[in-house]
């Protein structure tokens, strides 16, 4: 998995590449969201647009960013989720803990 960092509006925004399976993957966007709480960055937007797979490991990936983001005042939220992984989420439930957005705009505009 890659992964890159930009900022819009004091948001910041992680596009996910790749697929998310936890092992390493896991380690790199803890870290990244560890380093962005550190600097006091806690509205964080996940663009997983660029994410063709995505097991029980990487929705965990995703849980643990969320609860972390979550439990220092913030939130994370998702963005561009490909049907397969809209039904990984729907079938686990998670689309009801998540804020899942099509549009980059409408998931910047959820933070105001």
Same mark, same amino acid.
């Given at each position: 998995?890659?992964?890159?960092?930009? $900022?819009?509006?004091?948001? &910041? &925004?992680?596009? =996910? $590449?790749? $697929?998310?399976?936890?092992?390493?993957? !896991?380690? =790199?966007?803890? $870290?990244?969201?560890?380093? =962005?709480?550190?600097?006091?960055?806690?509205? &964080? #937007?996940?663009?997983?647009? +660029?994410? +063709?797979?995505?097991?029980?490991? %990487?929705?965990? #990936? @995703? #849980?643990?960013?969320?609860?972390?983001?979550? +439990?220092? %005042? %913030?939130?994370?939220? @998702? @963005?561009?989720? !490909?049907?397969?992984?809209?039904?990984?989420?729907?079938?686990?439930?998670?689309?009801?803990?998540?804020? &899942?957005?099509?549009?980059?705009?409408? !998931? #910047?505009?959820?933070?105001?």
């Amino acid at each position: 998995m890659k992964l890159s960092t930009k $900022e819009k509006k004091d948001i &910041i &925004i992680l596009t =996910l $590449e790749g $697929e998310m399976v936890g092992g390493p993957d !896991a380690t =790199l966007l803890t $870290e990244k969201l560890r380093d =962005l709480i550190h600097e006091g960055k806690t509205h &964080i #937007i996940v663009d997983m647009g +660029n994410v +063709n797979y995505m097991n029980s490991s %990487g929705l965990g #990936i @995703l #849980i643990g960013g969320l609860t972390t983001v979550r +439990n220092h %005042g %913030g939130d994370l939220k @998702l @963005l561009c989720l !490909a049907k397969r992984l809209q039904d990984l989420l729907r079938i686990t439930k998670m689309d009801r803990v998540f804020d &899942i957005f099509e549009e980059e705009d409408e !998931a #910047i505009g959820s933070f105001a």
